[in-house]
């Protein structure tokens, strides 16, 4: 019949295939597992998961499924995979669902092939206002993605959206519209045009700032505030003022809340409410380092004395290895520069290898933070007395009175387990007879680390550090004062202070004096199982020397355990160092605190 047509199957090809592996009507099908194949992309295959109703039926329907019901099911496969990598970029995906059948268990395979992304071929991006010409803004109108050429992702878009309409308002464009956000998708040439276009309105200014539910004296807090009433808003100083409230640590609570005036008044008050935290902090434990041994603490701190805000804090520690006592006494200085005066003594004893060391230590300080520098310059006294083997004195003393200056610098994006962390310490002390010391010196020390991951689980952590001690006098230097390396925080594997400068004594024991200089770098890498628990391999080297001609490299490697628990990191390593000062052919070592 040369005028006759064929007539269209009722089902796509591959769903009717499917559809003559189905049972006879009435018999029921258990649904044992839907694969999505063919997305590399973990995200998208996630979204389609959670978008196919199919994937989405509880355990009883899947247990009896009808021919009817997973025809209906098999039929919306196609449009609701679709739907779910739209927000991808991807509109035009090709998708065959396959049916596997054991008996009257099933499992569906969908094959999709997400074809080529639809990409940006267009931006027409404005600013109307003021914020245009506020480079601040303008740098985040320009890194707004997706850019031109990239793939359309939904996402990402709206989070580019999100990014300028945060920045507005965080440099105090409180009354910003976005009056024009349209997106032109051509399927057929995969391309899409972007149209944004924003009306920013004046930007606002700060007012003053108002503390209330404090005990302190007026005009102690308003030092901290970073701005003056007139300057423009910007969020970033709300968020450093919020910062030198919580490091004073007087408060439980602390609410900073911009008010901004109706109408044409574009000042913006800021209403900050405080509840002032426990007074006093009592604290009694046990401790265990494998430097310093097994022992007891215990402490008293008045988070303030008097309504000037005045601290105090003293703790004592004992332990098998080292004893000390602290009291400290700060006073705020916080009129040009965030930080504190302090006035602090301690007494400690310690044993250095053969050199047992008593010290009375009484230091004044001023200390302050400038960008992400923590920086303190001190004038100190340090009274020392020791047995020295290698002058031959049963008692030696020294008396030291010098300035000291201590800087760190630091960056992270996370405080106790960053992915991405830098740190620069310098410490400088200076010594002189015309001070009253009894030696002139000089010394300078300088440690690096750095933390960078690669992967979702992977972190390589590097440190280096390194000292130098400038003085004619140095056989007469306080044991305290020199360098020494080994222990859980220098070259693992070996003990606490066991590698430095050293001599034999008459009965062929290696004694062990501290040097000049000091030189150490590590490297770990760090591998995490879970988000709790994980392992590491090191590499630590380094030796204090008096020559740096006749320095000889000490070397510890091991393996460690690696616990991230709620309240910092714990590390315990098992070294081995094999170098000659190494006392033990293997050190178990235990470490408690940040990466930086």
């Known amino acids: 019949m040369p005028n006759a047509r064929r007539l269209p199957p009722l089902l796509p090809p591959a769903l009717l295939a499917c559809a003559l592996l189905l049972p006879a009507p009435g018999s029921a099908l258990e649904l044992r597992a839907v694969e999505v194949r063919g997305l590399d992309d973990e995200d998208m295959r996630d979204n389609v998961d959670d978008t196919l109703s199919i994937q989405r039926l509880n355990p009883n329907r899947r247990k ?13 496969v196609p449009r609701e995979t679709r739907e779910a990598l739209e927000p991808f970029g991807h509109y035009d995906p090709k998708v065959v669902t396959e049916l596997v059948r054991e008996g009257e268990v099933v499992t569906v395979i969908v094959q999709v092939d997400a074809g080529e992304p639809v990409r940006v071929r267009g931006r027409d991006l404005r600013i109307d206002g003021p914020a245009g010409e506020d480079p601040a803004i303008t740098r985040r109108l320009q890194r707004l993605r997706p850019r031109e050429g990239q793939p359309f992702d939904h996402g990402v878009y709206e989070a580019g959206k999100a990014q300028i309409d945060a920045g507005l308002a965080a440099r105090g464009y409180f009354d910003a519209v976005l009056e024009t956000h349209r997106v032109e998708v051509s399927r057929a040439q995969r391309s899409a045009d972007i149209t944004l276009a924003w009306r920013s309105g004046e930007r606002h200014r700060f007012g003053e700032a108002r503390f209330e539910g404090h005990p302190f004296r007026p005009g102690l807090l308003e030092n901290l505030v970073p701005w003056e009433p007139g300057d423009p808003y910007q969020q970033s100083e709300l968020l450093a003022l919020q910062t030198s409230l919580a490091e004073l640590d007087y408060f439980s609570a602390i609410d900073i809340q911009p008010e901004p005036a109706e109408g044409d008044d574009l000042t913006v008050p800021v209403e900050v409410s405080l509840a002032p935290a426990k007074r006093s902090i009592y604290s009694a434990g046990l401790r265990f380092g494998t430097d310093t041994g097994a022992g007891v603490t215990a402490g008293l701190e008045r988070r303030w004395v008097n309504n000037r805000g005045h601290k105090l804090r003293s703790q004592v520690s004992l332990a098998e290895r080292r004893n000390d006592l602290t009291v400290q006494y700060r006073i705020p200085a916080f009129a040009w520069l965030d930080g504190w005066y ?13 050199i047992d060391s008593e010290l009375i230590e009484l230091v004044g300080s001023r200390s302050g933070r400038i960008g992400n520098w923590e920086l303190v310059a001190g004038l100190n006294y340090r009274r020392e007395r020791f047995d020295d083997s290698v002058t031959g004195e049963n008692r030696s003393y020294s008396s030291l009175v010098y300035p000291s200056l201590w800087a760190k610098w630091g960056d992270r ?24 010391s009894d030696i002139d010196f000089l010394q300078l020390r300088a440690e690096g680390r750095m933390v960078r991951s690669f992967g979702r689980r ?26 020494y390396a080994g222990g859980d925080r220098s070259v693992r594997g070996y003990g606490y202070q066991e590698i430095g400068q050293f001599f034999e004594a008459a009965d062929g024991q290696r004694l062990v004096f501290g040097g000049k200089h000091l030189m150490v770098v590590s490297a770990e890498v760090e591998r995490m199982f879970n988000r709790t628990w994980g392992a590491a391999v090191f590499v630590d080297a380094g030796d204090a020397f008096d020559d740096f001609n006749a320095y000889d490299w000490e070397i510890g490697a091991g393996v460690g355990l690696r616990w991230r628990s709620p309240v910092g990191p714990v590390r315990l390593d098992v070294a081995h160092g094999f170098g ?17």
């Open 64 to 76: 009896a499924l009808t021919e009817s019901r997973l025809s209906y099911l098999l039929r919306q």
């Open 342 to 354: 302090t006035v602090a003594a301690s007494v400690r004893e310690e044993p250095f290898d053969f």
């Open 413 to 436: 994006d996370n405080a106790l387990y960053p992915r991405s962390a830098q740190s620069l310490e310098l410490e400088l002390r200076a010594g002189s007879t015309a001070l009253g």
């Open 458 to 483: 992977n972190r390589v952590l590097l440190r280096a550090e390194a000292g130098t001690t400038v003085s004619d006098d140095f056989p007469d230097f306080p044991p305290s004062l020199r360098f």
């Open 580 to 596: 000659d000062a190494a006392q033990q052919s293997v050190r178990l070592h235990l470490n408690i605190g940040p990466d930086l």
